[in-house]
C-alpha cells in the first residue's frame, strides 16, 4: 500500500452518468490485484476529510483509472477535476479476487462500476466464460465491448428490457445454471448488495464457489476504524471482519448476512 499525489491524466464523460478517471501514479499501478481499490481524498470538499474508495478499473506501471458515478456530494465534488489537477490517493488496497481453482468454470456476474472492479479479474483469468451483467437500463452495463473483445460470452439484462433481456440478471442466470456442470462453477460478484446476496445464496444453495465483493461504508480503508466490519462465520459462530481489509472480496460460505 502506498500513499502518493496522483496527477489527472483523463476526466471524462464515460457513459450515461459514468465518468472515467485517469492518474498517473507510478508508486501505486504496479502494485495492483485485480478486485483491489483506491481510497482518494476528494478535493475542493473543505470540511470534509474523509476519503472515498473506488474499485481500481485498470492499472499499469504508469497509474490506474476509476470508473465512477456521481450521487452524493464527494463524488459530485470529483466532477471539477481538471486534467493537470493532483489528487491525494491510498491504495492498493483490500485482498483482491483470488486465483480461480482448477478446472473450474468462471463466471462474471456484475452490475453498474462492478463491471469496471471486474475487469481487471476479467483480463487476468486464464479461461474465459460467461459475463452476467445487470442494471435499469442500458446505460448502466459498462465495457461490454471491452469484455467481449477479452473472449467474454457477454449476457446483459437490464430492469426496463433497453440492452439484453428484460429483467434481473438472476432472469439470465438460473435458466443457464441449471445447464451446468454446478460444482464446477466459480462465481466473481461485484454489484448492489442484492445482487451479491441473490447469488451468494445460489452459490450456497447448489454447492458452487462465489466470490463476493462487498460494498461497505468505510472510512478509514485500512482497518483501523471498524466502521466498515461483516458478521464472518466461524467454526463455532462469527467473528467480525473487515471489508477494507479482509475484504472486500469474501467467499460467499464465509458470510453471516443481517436480515
Ligand atoms: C470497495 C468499494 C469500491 C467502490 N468502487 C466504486 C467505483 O468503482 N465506482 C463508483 O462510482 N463507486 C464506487 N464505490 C462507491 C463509492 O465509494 C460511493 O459512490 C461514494 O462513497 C459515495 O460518496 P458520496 O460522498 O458521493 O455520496 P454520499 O454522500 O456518501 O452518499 C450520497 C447518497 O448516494 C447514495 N450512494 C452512495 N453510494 C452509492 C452508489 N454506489 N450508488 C448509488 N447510490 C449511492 C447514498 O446511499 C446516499 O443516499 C465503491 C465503494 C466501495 C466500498
Ligand atoms: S474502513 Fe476503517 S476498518 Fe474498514
Not at 99 to 126: C, H, I, R
Request: aromatic residues 8%.
Amino acid at each position: 500500500m502506498k500513499q502518493q499525489k496522483a496527477i489527472v491524466l483523463e476526466h471524462d464523460n464515460f457513459q450515461g452518468e459514468y465518468r472515467i478517471l485517469r492518474l498517473a501514479a507510478p508508486a501505486i499501478g504496479p502494485l495492483v490485484k485485480p478486485g483491489q481499490f483506491l481510497h482518494l481524498q476528494i478535493p475542493h470538499l473543505g470540511d470534509r476529510i474523509l476519503r472515498r474508495p473506488f474499485s481500481i478499473y485498470k492499472a499499469c506501471d504508469e497509474g490506474v483509472a476509476i470508473l465512477y458515478k456521481p450521487v452524493g456530494r464527494g463524488t459530485e465534488s470529483m466532477v471539477p477535476l481538471q486534467t493537470g489537477d493532483t489528487v491525494d490517493i491510498v491504495g492498493p488496497l483490500g485482498n483482491g479476487y483470488p486465483q480461480m481453482k482448477e478446472d473450474s468454470l468462471p463466471v462474471l456476474v456484475a452490475g453498474g462500476y462492478g463491471n469496471a472492479a471486474l475487469y481487471l479479474k476479467a483480463k487476468e483469468l486464464p479461461v474465459k466464460g460467461v459475463a452476467f451483467f445487470g442494471g435499469r437500463t442500458a446505460e448502466d452495463i459498462l465495457c461490454v465491448e471491452e469484455f467481449k473483445d477479452l473472449g467474454w460470452d457477454v449476457r446483459p439484462t437490464t430492469n426496463d428490457g433497453s440492452l439484453g433481456i428484460e429483467g434481473l440478471v438472476t432472469d439470465a442466470f438460473d435458466p443457464w445454471m441449471k445447464e451446468q456442470d454446478i460444482n464446477k462453477l466459480e462465481l466473481f460478484v461485484c454489484g448492489p448488495g442484492p445482487m451479491l446476496k441473490a447469488m451468494g445464496d445460489r452459490a450456497i444453495e447448489h454447492d458452487f464457489t462465489a466470490w463476493l465483493s462487498l460494498d461497505e461504508n468505510m472510512v478509514c480503508g485500512v482497518g483501523a476504524c471498524l466502521t466498515c466490519v461483516i458478521k464472518r462465520k466461524t467454526e463455532d459462530g462469527w467473528e467480525w471482519a473487515r471489508c477494507c481489509k479482509d475484504g472486500p472480496v469474501f467467499e460467499s460460505r464465509e458470510i453471516l448476512w443481517e436480515d
